[in-house]
């Protein structure tokens, strides 16, 4: 069945570093990619997504390319702040739509100032 | 609208006790899922509706747990007798019908059984 396979953490950065979380999926055809982020103490929050093959999605200075060759959604941010501290999520919509988000296991991120 | 609501935010309970939850989804949403997250772990699909109709049902769904969604409306997770291993936070999320939709969550019911 479908998976995603995360970068284990945490990770931690000092303040402006940059950050690449890995995300590698297994699934067929062509799945819908999101990455989600859990800030302390609130619910799963959806941060970006991408639908199609070379598609880039964006959001709060983060960034992650659908790439179909790797299989794979890495998360990019060029330089994280402390308030960027949280569990990073990537998940996957299998490709007929019918199927309910399936998660990776999660990477805890902390950003010291 | 302010988004998926989950009901209670936690609950104690003693093995061998039954537990219900609720969770209310944006009004528009058709689709309405339960999942299962256990500390450092990511959530675990338990169960899925379309409107009222029960679409899927993980493996992790154990007799004990059964779920309804009655006008296609709010939904309810029972867990009966319930055991030390149910421990965990129960999130609910909701979204519009399509493949490329985003799920959007509650912020979870958090069940420690003791």
């Known amino acids: 069945g479908d998976s995603v396979t995360q970068m284990e953490g945490p990770v931690t950065l000092s303040e402006e570093a940059c950050l690449t979380i890995?995300?590698?999926?297994?699934?067929?055809?062509?799945?819908?990619l999101f990455w989600y982020v859990q800030y302390p103490g609130e619910g799963l929050q959806l941060l970006l997504k991408?639908?199609?093959?070379?598609d880039k999605g964006s959001n709060k200075g983060f960034e992650a390319t659908y790439r179909k060759e790797t299989t794979s959604f890495h998360l990019e941010k060029g330089s994280v702040q402390v308030s960027d501290s949280a569990v990073y999520f990537c998940?996957?919509?299998?490709?007929?739509?019918?199927?309910?988000?399936?998660f990776g296991k999660g990477t805890r991120l902390s950003v010291i100032a | 609208d302010t988004g998926v609501s989950q009901n209670p935010r936690h609950k104690i309970t003693k093995r061998g006790q039954n537990v219900t939850f609720r969770c209310d989804p944006i009004?528009?949403?058709?689709?309405l899922y339960w999942y299962r997250q256990t500390l450092g772990q990511g959530p675990e699909f338990l169960t899925y509706?379309?409107?009222?109709?029960?679409?899927?049902k993980s493996r992790l769904l154990s007799d004990r747990f059964s779920a309804e969604r009655p006008k296609g409306s709010f939904s309810t997770l029972e867990i009966q007798r319930t055991e030390q291993g149910d421990s965990a936070m129960y999130l609910c999320?909701?979204?519009?019908?399509?493949?490329?939709?985003?799920?959007?969550f509650g912020q979870g019911t958090r069940l420690t059984v003791v």
């Open positions: 009004s528009e949403h058709n689709r």
């Open positions: 998940a996957l919509r299998g490709s007929s739509g019918n199927t309910p988000l399936v």
């Open positions: 509706f379309q409107n009222e109709a029960q679409l899927e």
């Open positions: 999320a909701s979204s519009q019908e399509g493949r490329h939709t985003e799920a959007f």
């Open positions: 991408a639908t199609k093959a070379d």
């Open positions: 890995n995300c590698t999926y297994t699934a067929t055809g062509y799945p819908s």
